[in-house]
């Protein structure tokens, strides 16, 4: 099932809203050494910068097959071998990754979803003790060029909140002057 208002404008467009290598940087992604789940890769925007950074595999999911060749051809065409992008609906079935195999994931721009205390218990799952989260969102307090709906756009108190009431322990808020339109958080299953 797709994520409700979840349509990707053009790709030359949507890339004029991030800065990745800032983003990543900011959310201690380059520690990663088991492996990293990005839940909805999209474009592979975040996909194969993450990909250069951490030391084990990038699983690239998403539900839209179009978004799923795009990343995959970007893959192949900058020679990353170890990304690894699925077609995949993460919501209703899960990452499909074992229990407790990796040590972050992203969840950027997708926070939206109907259930999101569930999508995070499927991170906590996923997460190796001590593995983070890092989350980024569309803000609601300034005008944004894109995002969902400001009625199901969420604010940082509610991840957070969500976050915990998956299991999850907050670490820390980041502002992103990198990312103007956005506010991030990176959240991590407690090592106990």
């Known amino acids: 099932m797709k994520?409700?208002?979840?349509?990707?404008?053009?790709?030359?467009?949507?890339?004029?809203?991030?800065?990745p290598g800032c983003i990543l940087e900011r959310f201690d992604?380059?520690?990663?050494?088991?492996?990293?789940?990005?839940?909805?890769?999209?474009?592979?925007?975040?996909?194969?910068p993450a990909a250069r950074l951490v030391q084990g595999q990038v699983f690239a999911l998403d539900i839209d097959p179009e978004m799923v060749?795009?990343?995959?051809?970007?893959?192949?065409d900058h020679g990353l071998t170890n990304i690894v992008v699925e077609r995949r609906d993460f919501i209703k079935d899960g990452?499909?990754?074992?229990?407790?195999?990796?040590d972050y994931a992203m969840l950027f721009n997708i926070l939206h979803v109907e259930d999101p205390v569930g999508l995070l218990?499927?991170?906590?799952?996923?997460?190796?003790?001590?593995?983070k989260a890092g989350v980024i969102h569309w803000r609601s307090d300034i005008e944004t060029p894109?995002?969902?709906?400001?009625?199901?756009?969420?604010h940082p108190e509610q991840c957070r909140s969500w976050g915990q009431q998956a299991g999850l322990s907050f670490i820390r808020?980041?502002?992103?002057?990198?990312?103007?339109?956005?506010?991030?958080?990176?959240?991590?299953?407690?090592?106990?």
């Open 3 to 19: 994520v409700r208002e979840s349509g990707m404008p053009d790709e030359t467009y949507w890339n004029t809203f991030f800065n």
């Open 173 to 192: 808020s980041e502002a992103l002057a990198c990312c103007s339109y956005h506010f991030g958080l990176l959240l991590e299953r407690p090592i106990s």
């Open 29 to 48: 992604c380059a520690g990663s050494s088991r492996g990293l789940v990005e839940f909805g890769c999209g474009y592979g925007l975040f996909t194969l």
């Open 95 to 102: 990452c499909g990754r074992p229990d407790a195999s990796v």
């Open 121 to 131: 218990r499927e991170v906590f799952r996923v997460l190796a003790p001590g593995g």
């Open 69 to 76: 060749a795009t990343t995959e051809k970007k893959a192949r």
């Open 146 to 154: 894109r995002g969902p709906s400001l009625d199901i756009r969420p």
